[in-house]
C-alpha cells in the first residue's frame, strides 16, 4: 500500500491522505499565507484572521464554532507562521464530515463581526505581553526581524499593539481575498478512511467553493549586514542568538545543512554544543541549534542562556565548534551516525499522527510533491562529509550576534 493518496479537488485544491489504524481522524486545510504576505499597515493582520476564523459564520455564531467539534469530544484549532496558516481538526473517525464543513465554514464564510474583533482584540494584546515577559522567545523574533530588516520577513507575527488598533473587519475580509486562495490551499489528513470517501467529502464541502487564484508574488529579502549588538533586556541570565540567513526549503542543501544542525545543537543529548557548553563546562542549562526554511531564503541560529559572567565563555565554545566542522571533515563513522540518529529522529515523528499530517500537507504546498519515508532515507544516507564542511562554510560565516543582558 502506497504511504499515502493524493487528489485535487474542482477549484484547484490539492489533497492528501494517509490511512492509518486508529478510531481517530485528523485533518487540516493549509493556506499558503501568512505575516510574510502582510502590506506594512497589515503587520499583525494574518494572525489577527486566524482568531477571526473562530468569531462567527454566515450560519454559526462564535460559540457555535467553538462548540461544534468539541461536543463530539473532539477540538478544533489554528496556527499562523510568517508564511503559512492552518485550521486542523480532530475527531472521531464517525464524526470527520462534521470536521471538514466546519472547516470549510469558518475558512469560507467568516464573518469577521467587529463586536467579537473588539474582545479578540485584547485576548491578543495579551498573547503580547506574555510574549514580551519570555526573553527566549522574544529575542529569536527580535534576531530576525534584525536579519530581514526591510524586508517582508522583517517583521514578527503577532504584530503590535498599536497594528491591532487599525485592523477591523473590512481588513479582514480584503486581506482574506488577496491571500486565501485555493490554488495556494492544500487539504491534509490521516485516519483510517478509504481516500476515496475522503476526497468525496472533501469535494462535498471544499470543492464547491468558488476557484481563486493568487494575483502577487514574494519578494526575496535584500541582502544585509551583518551585525553585533547587545541589548540590555535587565534579565536575570544573559540570552544570546549567533545566526545568519540560510537555504530556503526549495533547495537542494537544505538536507546536508539540517544534518549539520543535527549534529551541532540538535535536540539529543550528544549534540556537540550540549556535551561541550553544558555537560562538559556546566556554562548552559538550554542551547540548541535550529534552522527555519522558508520559500526563498531560510535562518539558522544557535541559541543559549547562561548566567551573565558566562555568555564570552560559551560564544568561544561555540566558534570553536563551528570552525571544526567547517575545517575537519567527518570520519565515515561520525557521519553514519548521525545519519542514523538523523532518520530514528524522523521516524519516531511520523508516529505523531497530527505532526504527520501537518508535515506531508506542507511538503505539498511547497514542492507540488511528497517524499516517501523510504525516499528521504535514501537522500539523507547519500549526503556526504564534504557536502556538511561545505554548507557549514557557506552558512556559519560573518555571523550575526544579538545578546540581550
Known amino acids: 500500500m502506497e504511504e499515502f493518496s ?11 491522505h494517509r490511512q492509518a489504524k486508529s478510531g481517530v481522524a485528523r485533518c487540516a486545510l493549509i493556506i499558503n499565507a501568512g505575516s510574510r504576505d502582510e502590506h506594512t499597515d497589515e503587520y499583525g493582520l494574518a494572525h489577527f484572521v486566524e482568531h477571526g476564523l473562530f468569531k462567527g459564520t ?26 503559512d496558516t492552518t485550521v486542523h481538526g480532530t475527531v472521531l473517525r464517525s464524526d470527520f464530515a462534521k470536521a471538514v464543513e466546519l472547516i470549510s465554514d469558518v475558512a469560507f464564510n467568516s464573518t469577521f463581526p467587529n463586536r467579537e474583533l473588539d474582545k479578540e482584540r485584547e485576548v491578543i494584546c495579551d498573547e503580547i505581553n506574555t510574549y514580551k515577559d519570555s526573553p527566549m522567545d522574544m529575542i529569536y523574533d527580535t534576531f530576525e526581524d534584525m536579519l530581514f530588516e526591510g524586508s517582508e520577513l522583517g517583521h514578527n507575527i503577532l504584530g ?26 492544500v487539504f491534509s489528513t ?4 478509504p481516500v476515496a470517501r475522503i476526497e468525496r467529502i472533501a469535494e462535498r464541502y471544499l470543492g464547491t467553493q468558488p476557484a481563486s487564484r493568487r494575483e502577487f508574488s514574494r519578494l526575496a529579502p535584500a541582502p544585509y549586514t551583518a551585525f553585533d549588538k547587545a541589548i540590555n ?20 542543501k537544505r538536507l546536508p545543512f539540517s544534518l549539520l544542525v ?31 526554511p522558508y520559500s526563498d531564503c531560510g535562518i539558522a541560529v ?7 559572567e558566562n555568555a564570552d565563555h560559551c560564544r568561544e565554545i561555540i566558534d570553536r565548534e563551528i570552525n571544526k566542522l567547517q575545517n575537519v571533515r567527518l570520519t565515515s563513522r561520525q557521519l553514519a551516525m548521525a545519519k542514523r540518529q538523523f532518520i530514528a529522529q524522523m521516524a519516531i515523528s511520523t508516529e505523531s499522527n497530527e505532526g504527520y499530517m501537518l508535515g506531508v500537507g506542507r511538503s505539498l504546498l511547497v514542492h507540488g510533491e511528497v517524499d516517501t519515508l523510504e525516499e528521504a532515507y535514501r537522500k539523507i544516507n547519500a549526503v556526504t562529509a564534504e557536502q556538511i564542511m561545505e554548507v557549514a562554510n557557506e552558512v556559519w560565516h560573518n555571523n550575526s550576534t544579538l545578546l540581550y543582558i
Open 58 to 83: 454566515v450560519r454559526r455564531k462564535a460559540y457555535q464554532v467553538n462548540c461544534r467539534l468539541e461536543n463530539l469530544g473532539g477540538e478544533l484549532n489554528a496556527y499562523t507562521t510568517k508564511e
Open 302 to 308: 544557535i541559541y543559549f542562556s547562561s548566567e551573565h
Open 233 to 252: 533586556r535587565h534579565t536575570h541570565q544573559a540570552h544570546c542568538i549567533i545566526g545568519n540567513r540560510a537555504y530556503g526549503i526549495t533547495e537542494e
Open 262 to 292: 543535527n549534529i551541532l545543537g540538535g535536540p539529543c543529548a550528544n549534540s556537540r554544543l550540549n556535551v561541550n557548553v553544558r555537560e562538559r563546562n556546566g556554562l548552559s542549562y538550554n542551547i540548541e541549534a535550529s534552522y527555519t
Open 160 to 185: 503590535r499593539k498599536r497594528d491591532l488598533a487599525r485592523h477591523d473587519s473590512d481588513a479582514m475580509h480584503r486581506f482574506v481575498k488577496r491571500t486565501h486562495t485555493t490554488d495556494q490551499m
Open 190 to 193: 490521516i485516519g483510517n478512511i
Open 6 to 16: 493524493t487528489y485535487t479537488l474542482s477549484n484547484g485544491i490539492r489533497g492528501i
